[in-house]
């Protein structure tokens, strides 16, 4: 059932998921960590700061881009969270993907859908960057309003510090190594760049089919809410980006990127967080959160590709940037 009349919540049944197991093997987590660590270093090797003077000499796009991830998009979800009542791990779940940095594919889908591609990369690499402070603060913010704010809210204690952490080696390092690479290599780096970020985006892939093949009964039984609500979600962030551009007369290139940008989360940083017992330990039976981040990568690909493809499709007037 997702609406319970009597307490006037959605989803309450939804409680169930949360002492539900994804089976994720101790290699299959190695995998994905190696993964994400190949995606971020392949994100770095496109760093190239002259390409983006423009970017940072008229930063306004840049700003409201920012803003929209790290700010607007945590506070919203938030209030989604407060209006739908979901289970307390499907909640912390939702605010934890809105507290991740934007997600690995997002530079394609700029790219595919004709939007400021420069911008799109430079918003990359400044949210995987804040991400080490953001994640930890936005998740741990508001968390603990949703506990204050919902009778459904139970005590999550998480180690800041731990989360810190593992943000830096997951993205802060494979960053780093990829800038210098790209600034000490740059004849490598320009036959490896392509062939690098196909690889990334194939083994990305891979890693959501392999997750679906050992879990699809969970899956199977549970898609149908976490559906609605990832749909919801999903919809939200990419109004945020396009409305918040939108409010700031961005020029449509600009708009694209950061409705995309903010629209495609980093779900598979969460997940590794969830799944991380130093975190997250085991016995919080956190089954809900799991579930919001897997769907998460999952949906993100399919509205993302669906909304670059329909926008490939339409020319962008010619305006003056300020």
């Known amino acids: 059932m997702f609406f319970n009349p009597k307490t006037g919540t959605m989803f309450y049944d939804l409680a169930i998921l949360d002492s539900v197991r994804l089976n994720f093997s101790p290699a299959g987590l190695t995998f994905m960590n190696i993964t994400l660590a190949i995606i971020m270093f392949g994100i770095a090797l496109d760093l190239k700061f002259k390409q983006f003077k423009h970017v940072f000499t008229k930063p306004k796009s840049l700003i409201v881009g920012v803003i929209s991830q790290f700010l607007l998009l945590p506070a919203l979800t938030f209030l989604l ?3 739908i009542q979901p289970s307390p791990a499907v909640a912390f779940g939702m605010i934890l993907v809105a507290s991740c940095p934007g997600g690995n594919i997002s530079n394609f889908m700029s790219h595919n859908a004709k939007a400021n591609t420069a911008l799109s990369i430079s918003l990359t690499a400044i949210a995987t960057t ?7 603060l936005n998740f741990k913010i508001w968390g603990n309003l949703y506990i204050k704010s919902s009778p ?4 999550i204690e998480i180690d800041a510090g731990q989360m810190f952490i593992t943000v830096f080696i997951l993205l802060g390092i494979p960053l780093i190594l990829g800038i210098l690479f790209s600034n000490y290599f740059p004849k490598i780096t320009s036959k490896i760049v ?3 970020r196909i690889f990334s985006f194939v083994a990305f892939l ?3 089919a392999a997750a679906f093949a050992s879990n699809f009964d ?3 039984n549970y ?3 976490i559906f609605l609500i990832v749909l919801i979600h999903n919809a939200l962030a990419l109004l945020t980006g396009f409305s918040f551009a939108s409010i700031f007369k961005r020029p449509a290139a600009d708009r694209r990127a950061i409705t995309i940008e903010t629209g495609i989360q980093n779900s598979g940083l969460g997940l590794i967080l969830i799944f991380n017992p130093k975190i997250f330990p085991p016995e919080l039976e956190l089954g809900g959160m799991a579930f919001i981040a897997a769907w998460w990568g999952v949906w993100h690909i399919l509205s993302g590709l669906t909304i670059s493809s329909l926008w490939a499709r339409r020319k962008i007037p010619v305006e003056k940037q300020i």
């Open 223 to 225: 898609i149908p809410p």
């Open 152 to 155: 459904m809210g139970r005590a």
């Open 81 to 83: 969270v407060l209006l």
């Open 194 to 196: 392509k062939p690098f």
């Open 206 to 208: 891979g890693f959501v």
């Open 130 to 136: 804040a991400a080490l402070f953001m994640t930890p």
């Open 218 to 220: 969970h899956f199977l």
